[in-house]
């Protein structure tokens, strides 16, 4: 009897430790990641370089279709795209001032119209931004009462 009691507390003290060392060695890999995780935090932070002003590049312009043909010399292309640099800007306000001339048109056809019909036009833009594009989709677009 003595025996058995003497063997079971030793069990008992076995199980006790392995789940005390378990519970540290947890604790410990708990502790390494965290310290880890904020040690690498840190790194990266400090590696990081810090932002720099952002500098405006020098367009890279495209050589046109088939001038590549023509032996350009590096001068050349150089200049090339300085060329297209210079008038970038100027071709953008261009377009910009198409696109509202274009925005104008629009707004002056529309005042052409009656509530009603504007109100139909908005409604039937609105459905046509709604259903899958025609070409792309195997079912017939559905028929407006007035097409035939």
Same mark, same amino acid.
């Given at each position: 009897?003595?025996?058995? !009691?003497?063997?079971?507390?030793? @069990?008992?003290?076995? &199980?006790?430790?392995?789940?005390?060392?378990?519970?540290?060695?947890?604790?410990?890999? &708990?502790?390494? !990641?965290?310290?880890?995780?904020?040690?690498?935090? &840190?790194?990266?932070?400090?590696?990081?370089?810090?932002?720099?002003?952002?500098?405006?590049?020098?367009?890279?312009?495209?050589?046109?279709?088939?001038?590549?043909?023509?032996?350009?010399?590096? +001068?050349?292309?150089?200049? !090339?795209?300085? !060329?297209?640099?210079?008038? *970038? @800007?100027?071709?953008?306000?261009? +377009?910009?001032?198409?696109?509202? @001339?274009? &925005?104008?048109?629009?707004?002056?056809?529309?005042?052409?119209?009656?509530?009603?019909?504007?109100?139909?036009? *908005?409604?039937?833009?609105?459905?046509?931004?709604?259903?899958?594009?025609? +070409?792309?989709?195997?079912?017939?677009?559905?028929?407006?009462?007035?097409?035939?």
């Amino acid at each position: 009897m003595a025996r058995s !009691i003497s063997l079971l507390a030793v @069990v008992f003290a076995l &199980t006790s430790w392995a789940l005390i060392k378990d519970q540290t060695r947890a604790q410990d890999q &708990t502790l390494r !990641i965290s310290a880890s995780t904020s040690a690498e935090a &840190t790194l990266l932070a400090q590696a990081e370089p810090k932002p720099k002003p952002k500098t405006r590049k020098p367009p890279a312009g495209r050589i046109p279709n088939g001038w590549g043909k023509l032996g350009l010399s590096p +001068e050349q292309k150089k200049n !090339i795209y300085e !060329i297209q640099g210079k008038y *970038k @800007v100027e071709i953008e306000e261009l +377009e910009k001032q198409i696109e509202d @001339v274009k &925005t104008k048109q629009l707004d002056d056809m529309e005042g052409v119209l009656t509530a009603d019909q504007l109100s139909k036009l *908005k409604a039937q833009t609105k459905s046509t931004k709604e259903k899958p594009d025609p +070409e792309n989709s195997e079912t017939k677009p559905a028929q407006t009462p007035n097409s035939k």
